[in-house]
């Protein structure tokens, strides 16, 4: 049975404990309520880059770095392999799932195994040969990460369903991650489906447009669930990261332009920079600092190729930015104390409670 606060309260005024026992309880409530999820929050020592790492290269080789021989194995083959893969990883995160410092390994495992329903379903459709039934036969499974095509629909759509259900079940940010690239790729699938047709999947304009919006839609989502949650998991850290990931590249690959158009692009990614201030998501500086040097750069090889001095000033503008951090990363908690009193209520609370406390 769990007590909240209103249980603990009534205790007290009960006569059963006094108030120095309840805040003995409450610190102790809250402590181990904090342990919980730092458990399971990423984390950048060497143990978890080896986690992540190992995750992420179980998933490609079953995915990205797939070849034809591999292809060659066959749909029921390929279904058979995926299944297999998927049984042993679900079963092996459920089992790590139970020990609490184990949380991260598990929850890794569990999105591997996700990771593995496109492969299945490929290999359904292939040996079934229900290409007839989409828009024809896709080619290799390798295909799915790099091309847009809408015979992936399915594979898409049953991703999507699994990374819910896992969440649901063993709630551990990183499965997003694979559920939402999923919907990511849909989102392309579907844009070209209903624009063009099938014989316009290498439309890459469209592909860059709709990367561009979604991410955007990405990062108002991670936004919203960030100001509307107060405790658990850190399900948004996973969001920002997709989030601001495709919408930076739809950006930043966008053909031509004017020189309005270029400085307004290295404006948007100065006002990433501000953005990470304002919601404490490193990310977004991350970003916003290389669109920042991408436009320095198209300056320096375009507009001022032929003015000595460029390299020396922009020499001392990256000084200046190693300098900017420096200062940021000292006065963090001060900067996030002035921003919560210079805000006007209006704005106030649309910043997260992590970040009102730096």
Known sequence: MMLTDADLRSIRDAGIIDDAKLKEISDFLTSRKRADVVASTPRFDLT???????????????????????????????????????VVFLATGHYLWRDKSLRVPAGLLIAVAVSMVPLIIYGIQDALDLWKYALG????????????????????IGTIVAALIAIWRYP?????????????FMSMDLAMW?????????????????SLVFGLAMIVAAWAVDVLRKDGPDYPFWIHIFGVMAFWGGMTMTDGGTELQKLLYCLI?????????FLNRRVYAVFGALGIATY?????????????????????????IIGLGLLLHRNRARLAAAMNEILPPSLAWLRPQHAKTG
């Not at 209903?194 to 709709?210: H, L, N």
């Not at 750069?297 to 000084?319: K, T, W």
């Open 137 to 156: 036969n896709p080619g290799e499974y390798k295909n799915f990460y790099p091309y847009v095509n809408g015979s992936w629909l399915y594979m898409e």
């Open 48 to 86: 978890h880059v080896l986690w992540y790492a190992g995750a992420l290269i179980i998933i490609g080789a079953m995915g990205l770095f797939t070849n034809e021989a591999f292809n060659r194995m066959g749909g029921w083959a390929l279904a058979a392999c995926g299944t297999i893969y998927a």
């Open 269 to 277: 990614n100065i006002g990433l920079v501000g953005l990470s201030l």
């Open 296 to 320: 320095l750069g198209y300056l320096a090889s375009e507009v001022f190729q032929d003015v000595m001095l460029f390299s020396f000033a922009l020499s001392a503008i990256g000084i200046a």
């Open 172 to 184: 551990f940010p990183f499965i997003l991650l694979v559920g939402g690239v999923a919907l990511w």
């Open 194 to 210: 209903f624009t063009r047709g099938a014989e316009s999947y290498g439309d890459w304009e469209i592909r860059r447009q709709v």
